[in-house]
Structure formats: structure tokens, C-alpha cells
């Protein structure tokens, strides 16, 4: 069965430094989105992506974060400078058709910042 | 702001017994609703997916609910089993690119 891929599965990292998160989403899937899930906490929304740009963003998603598809396959997350509060579970997810199809997610990076 | 509430947190049950497991919404203008689940540590799984047209959704031993107007969705497991052990999350789709979640119910079945 398809999965949505993503690496690093653990990143450790100190205040202030970037951190990139990669995804590779199922090939024929044409929405990809950033969820993410601090310890003990609900899921949440971040970004959704389309057809090169973004769709749709939450308030958590200001300046610090950037998201691109560099090539074909990869989807990123960037964060310029973390802060200790991005210490979450980042969790990619695709589909084809939103609303229509299930929400396909990947096994999710965590991230620690130090 | 939709908001999406799951109880109860947390559930206890001896093998073999069913579980029901509920969810609620607060803006019923709702696409659909999924219900994932959640190993310790690990990614979301997809179980199952109701349109907001659909009354209910079946997969196996999993059946869920769904009274869009009451703002409400139940997940029925029958005869639970210690595999069934994980945390299950609903979550809402109002056709705007982006899910709202319920902070899950944690699921454990004793052998």
C-alpha cells in the first residue's frame, strides 16, 4: 500500500538553529499538508499546499515557517530559527481530492529543541 | 472555530467486549469526518471515512456514526481485542484544506 515517507523520524537541534523536515507524499496525491502535535496535546493544523503554493495556513504558521516542493516528489518543512516551542511530533499528510479521499499521513518527524 | 470533543479520554475494557467510543462537533457544517488511529509514538492510520451525506461507515469490525445535525459520531469496535490498545482520534473536515482534530480517546483492552 502507498505511504507518505518522512525523514529525519528523530531530529535534535539547539534554540535558534534551522531545522528542515522532508516528505515524500504519495506520487498520484496532489495536496500535501503539515500537521504537528505537541506531547500530550491535540493534532494540529499547520499548512496545506497545492499546485505550488500554499491553500491554506493556521495562525501557528507565521514567518519562522516555510514550505516547499523542491522537486517532483519531496515536500518541506522549514523552520528558520526554532524556538523550544516547536519541540512537537511534525506529521506530513497528502491526497488526491480533499474531502473526498482519506487523509493519508506519515509516520511523523519529532522534533527536540534544545 | 470548530471545536471537536472526544470522550471518554480514556477507556479500560476486558477482552471480547465491544467499544464505544464518541465525538463531538460544534459547527455542524461539516465535509466529513474521519476517525484515525494512533499507536504510542507513531503516525496517524486512516479507519474510516464518512461523507457528510453518509448516516454510517463500516470497515470489518469497525462501524462509525455519523448525526451531522447533532453535531456527533460514534466508533463502534465489536469484540475488542488487546491489538484494538491505541489512542483513536476523530477529526473534522469543513472543506477548507485543513482537519480538526479531538484530543483522542486512549483505548486499552486487557487480555
Known amino acids: 500500500e502507498p505511504e507518505v515517507t518522512q525523514t529525519p523520524s528523530h531530529q535534535v537541534t539547539q534554540m535558534g538553529q534551522e531545522v528542515i523536515l522532508r516528505c515524500v507524499p504519495i506520487s498520484n496525491h496532489l495536496y500535501f499538508y503539515w500537521y504537528r502535535q505537541i506531547l500530550g496535546q491535540k493534532v494540529e493544523f499547520l499548512v496545506s499546499f497545492y499546485n505550488n503554493e500554499i491553500s491554506e495556513k493556521s495562525e501557528i504558521f507565521d514567518d519562522q515557517f516555510s514550505v516547499e516542493r523542491p522537486d517532483g516528489s519531496n515536500f518541506t518543512l522549514k523552520i528558520r530559527s526554532t524556538k523550544l516551542e516547536d519541540s512537537a511530533m511534525y506529521f506530513c499528510?497528502?491526497?488526491?481530492?480533499?474531502?473526498?479521499?482519506?487523509?493519508?499521513f506519515g509516520a511523523g518527524s519529532r522534533l527536540t529543541v534544545l | 472555530k470548530q471545536e471537536v470533543t472526544q470522550i471518554p479520554a480514556a477507556l479500560s475494557v476486558p477482552e471480547g467486549e465491544n467499544l464505544v467510543l464518541n465525538c463531538s462537533f460544534t459547527d455542524s457544517a461539516i465535509y466529513n469526518l474521519q476517525w484515525f488511529r494512533q499507536d504510542p509514538g507513531k503516525g496517524l492510520t486512516s479507519l474510516l471515512l464518512?461523507?457528510?451525506?453518509?448516516r454510517e461507515q463500516t470497515s470489518g469490525r469497525l462501524n462509525a456514526s455519523l448525526d451531522k445535525s447533532s453535531g456527533r459520531s460514534t466508533l463502534y469496535i465489536a469484540a475488542s481485542q488487546p491489538g484494538d490498545s491505541a489512542t483513536y482520534l476523530c477529526?473534522?473536515?469543513?472543506?477548507?484544506?485543513?482537519?480538526?482534530f479531538g484530543a483522542g480517546t486512549t483505548v486499552t483492552v486487557r487480555a
Open positions: 499528510a497528502s491526497n488526491r481530492v480533499p474531502g473526498a479521499n482519506v487523509l493519508t
Open positions: 477529526a473534522v473536515d469543513r472543506n477548507d484544506y485543513k482537519l480538526s
Open positions: 464518512i461523507q457528510s451525506s453518509q
